[in-house]
């Protein structure tokens, strides 16, 4: 299912930078600062033990904690509640 949203955010964010202008740079300096800050999230997480011990867990809560990041942007960027 992430890959699924993720290629859709992946569409709209490609959209959106395609008509260029002020919010199309807005967009992409945001969509880089969230990448880094989602990948320092997780390093965090992991650090401190959040994500468990267990290979299985550590790849679910990773998986869980990009899907929250990619749902949110695909409701930002489909304007959905």
Known sequence: MLGAEAASVMALRTAKLALGGAEAELEAQLMVAEKAQAA?????????GALGTQPVTIARRSIAHYGKRV?????????AR
Do not use: E, P, Q, Y
């Open 40 to 48: 320092w999230d997780l390093g965090v997480a992991f650090a401190k």
């Open 71 to 79: 749902r949110a942007n695909r409701r930002r960027l489909t304007g």
